[in-house]
């Protein structure tokens, strides 16, 4: 019996691995940048311990969706609960591991600034969720990125409706409300563990794979619509299937309208819990992570349901089904990510003078996202490779810069440092210079995207071609405006 448990330990530990790499080179990304004269990359850091913490989790069962292994794990001669035994050892020792360098790295720099905050019971909570409810919602929705959305959700709405209630009990002017959230929020957050623990367990030991692998969150029958023509426009057709590829953006945008009312009801009942809460700190995530999900399921997903050779063969050219999917891509993250957010959400969020700059920013990460989901074979792993490759990136392109300024500036480094990697003065060059990196970008995606070879050397002509244009872009900038 051992025999079989070492190799499912064995199978689980190397399907865990990409993920935990990604999250924990990330984490250790800003420590390479500490004593030079680069910004930190803390933010992107603690992103990825969290959103790294919670996709172990759905990873460690949604692997087996992925991969449509299922079948046959639920076959082998061990016992479910034996089978449930490795697979929770494996990930506690993934969190564990994950939980220490975020620790060493990333709640020391915390320490710095706040005395008790790696004290703090919630900097764990992501290792929490990633181990007692992320397995549990990846099962019950048989998706992994519904399964990280929604456990990173909760925290985050138990909190309002906790709040919310304090307010109705004891009303405005008074931070009785906010006292009472405090007090109910963490014991909420072990009931959930507990209750996702048993779940997560429970769900696993009566597990059937009858969906054969797919990954789908379908709509109620009275919602959907039934026609008797079966023929439509190919390219329409097409729109349509790149829309329901992003059926999680619109499963996130309407958490985040939820939690965004009730945010403004609480701040409009009280003014003092609006003056203290960090309702832009909630947009910015907003606008950080829709754009990253929706290049991570546009091309990774297609790839994961087994669609892109039957694509392929469609009467349509490649060109015009990649048009139409970057296309769908681009204009839903204008509109949900700059437009909706604008209109509806935005005040006081963001300032009038951010609208374009949000938008470029929009189209950048988006194409961005997307590249990285070209090298991909499912959604999960793509967001979870977006972490180390845009840290990656991100040091690539704060080098770059520091050594162009180094060389034509010598005697205004720092200075002339500082404006360059602040976008706001040369806003319109920087716009000028992104989109034909936004351009470059989709165009090797697009190679990506229709061919199964991932060669080493291919990846290293798209990132020399990519630097390449981030010099000469530098160049230009400094020759011409510094």
Not at 425 to 453: G, K, Q
Request: net charge positive; proline share 6%.
């Amino acid at each position: 019996m051992n025999g079989p448990l070492t190799a499912l330990a064995s199978k689980e530990f190397r399907a865990l691995l990409p993920v935990w790499a990604a999250a924990a080179f990330t984490i250790g990304a800003d420590t390479l940048l500490r004593g030079t004269g680069m910004h930190s990359l803390f933010p992107l850091g603690m992103f990825a311990y969290i959103v790294g913490s919670l996709a172990l989790g759905a990873h460690v069962i949604g692997h087996e969706f992925t991969n449509r292994t299922l079948a046959s794990l639920l076959v082998q001669p061990c016992s479910r609960s034996s089978v449930l035994l490795t697979k929770a050892s494996v990930l506690a020792v993934m969190l564990v591991a994950l939980g220490f360098i975020a620790r060493v790295v990333l709640f020391q720099s915390l320490a710095a600034t706040f005395g008790n905050f790696p004290r703090y019971p919630t900097l764990y909570l992501p290792l929490i969720g990633g181990f007692c409810v992320a397995p549990y919602m990846t099962m019950r929705l048989r998706s992994q990125m519904a399964g990280v959305v929604f456990t990173a959700c909760l925290p985050g709405t138990t909190y309002l409706l906790a709040l919310l209630g304090g307010v109705i009990i004891y009303g405005t002017g008074t931070a009785a409300a906010e006292a009472l959230a405090l007090a109910v929020w963490m014991p909420a957050m072990g009931i959930f563990a507990v209750a996702g623990g048993v779940l997560s367990a429970r769900s696993f030991i009566r597990l059937q794979d009858t969906e054969g692998g797919r990954e789908e969150l379908r709509l109620p029958r009275w919602f959907t619509v039934t026609d008797a023509n079966p023929i439509r426009p190919p390219r329409w057709m097409l729109a349509k299937k790149e829309l329901r590829l992003q059926q999680m953006t619109f499963a996130m945008v309407a958490v985040y309208a939820l939690i965004w009312t009730g945010l403004t009801v609480a701040g409009r009942l009280n003014l003092e819990f609006a003056r203290e809460f960090p309702m832009r700190a909630v947009g910015m995530l907003y606008f950080a992570l829709l754009p990253l999900v929706m290049g991570s399921l546009a091309s990774a997903q297609e790839r994961q349901f087994g669609m892109l050779q039957s694509q392929a063969m469609l009467p349509v050219p490649r060109a015009q089904q990649w048009a139409v999917k970057a296309g769908v891509v681009l204009v839903l993250a204008l509109v949900l990510g700059v437009v909706l957010p604008w209109f509806v959400f935005a005040p006081p969020q963001i300032s009038r003078t951010s609208f374009w700059p949000l938008a470029a920013s929009i189209v950048l990460l988006t194409t961005w996202s997307l590249y990285i989901s070209s090298w991909c074979g499912s959604g999960i792993i793509a967001l979870a490779l977006l972490l180390p490759a845009s840290a990656a990136a991100m040091a690539l392109a704060r080098w770059i810069d520091w050594t162009v300024i180094a060389l034509l500036l010598p005697r205004h480094a720092v200075g002339a440092y500082g404006m360059l990697t602040q976008p706001s003065p040369v806003f319109t060059l920087w716009v000028i210079a992104a989109m034909p990196l936004a351009v470059l970008l989709l165009f090797f995606a697009a190679r990506n995207h229709w061919t199964s070879e991932r060669k080493p050397k291919t990846l290293a002509v798209q990132a020399a071609g990519l630097a390449g244009w981030l010099l000469l872009t530098d160049v230009v900038i400094v020759t011409t405006v510094l």
